[in-house]
Nanobody, 122 residues
């Protein structure tokens, strides 16, 4: 299983970015897919996940600004990020998680990519 993220970059606050994650060796919608982020000096944070039924869950800090969705034909997971803030600056990782519905779902993952860096300037 391989996950390859792309789409990170540097934008000003208020801007938008769309992250992509191409998954190989695994079928989307087979389980729980999602994104987590890691900022320097801060604990891992769950950003968003999507389960087999297409139900989504968002971290409190991104709810209403980010949208997770998938293209099953292309086996690709996306994260549309709008109204970006400096505190969104982090390395973003795509991952396959064991369960979407648990409180600390982002701490229980089977596979993850190398990440893509997002930097938001004020």
């Amino acid at each position: 299983v391989q996950l390859a993220e792309s789409g990170g970059g540097s934008v000003q606050a208020g801007g938008s970015l769309r992250l992509s994650c191409v998954v190989s060796g695994y079928t989307l919608s087979s389980y729980c897919m999602g994104w987590f982020r890691q900022a320097s000096g801060k604990p891992r944070e769950g950003v968003a996940n999507i389960d087999m039924a297409g139900s989504t869950t968002y971290g409190e800090s991104v709810n209403g600004r980010f949208t997770i969705y998938q293209d099953k034909d292309k086996n690709t997971l996306f994260l549309q990020m709008n109204s970006l803030k400096p505190e969104d600056t982090a390395m973003y990782f795509c991952a396959i998680f064991n369960a979407c519905g648990r409180p600390l779902w982002f701490d229980d993952m089977d596979y993850w990519g190398e990440g893509t860096l997002v930097t938001i300037s004020s």
